[in-house]
Nanobody, 124 residues
Framework: HVQLVESGGGPVRAGGSLRLSCEASGDRYSSYCMVWFRQSPGKEREAVAAIDAANITHYSDSVKDRFAISKDNAKKTLYLQMNGLKPEDTATYTC???????????????????WGQGTQVTVS
């Protein structure tokens, strides 16, 4: 079983940057596919970025070239560096994990059994 706790959200001006963190507990963290989802009121949940055990990364078109996903296996922490933030990036950001080495269909929320509580990002 894996528990995930996000941090790093908050208010930020358009054009600014934030780094989100997702700390994991449990074993075998390094062999999991990790992903960041986001959701804002009235909108569908969107998969933003994912990273697998081989450090292969995936990004949605909406954040590609602005966001960067990374992880520190020793610290069991997943990161999302967000640059060039826009008001449309405002959402609750949630990390999720699944016990597979490769992410496969990384954007499908139903394939992830472990979820954090989310952290709010507000861009104005």
């Amino acid at each position: 079983h894996v528990q995930l706790v996000e941090s790093g959200g908050g208010p930020v001006r358009a054009g600014g940057s934030l780094r989100l963190s997702c700390e994991a507990s449990g074993d075998r963290y390094s062999s999991y596919c990790m992903v960041w989802f986001r959701q804002s009121p009235g909108k569908e949940r969107e998969a933003v970025a994912a990273i697998d055990a081989a450090n292969i990364t995936h990004y949605s078109d909406s954040v590609k070239d602005r966001f960067a996903i990374s992880k520190d296996n020793a610290k069991k922490t997943l990161y999302l560096q967000m640059n060039g933030l826009k008001p449309e990036d405002t959402a609750t950001y949630t990390c999720a994990a699944k016990p597979t080495v490769f992410c496969g269909v990384w954007s499908r929320a139903g394939t992830y059994p472990y979820w954090g509580q989310g952290t709010q990002v507000t861009v104005s």
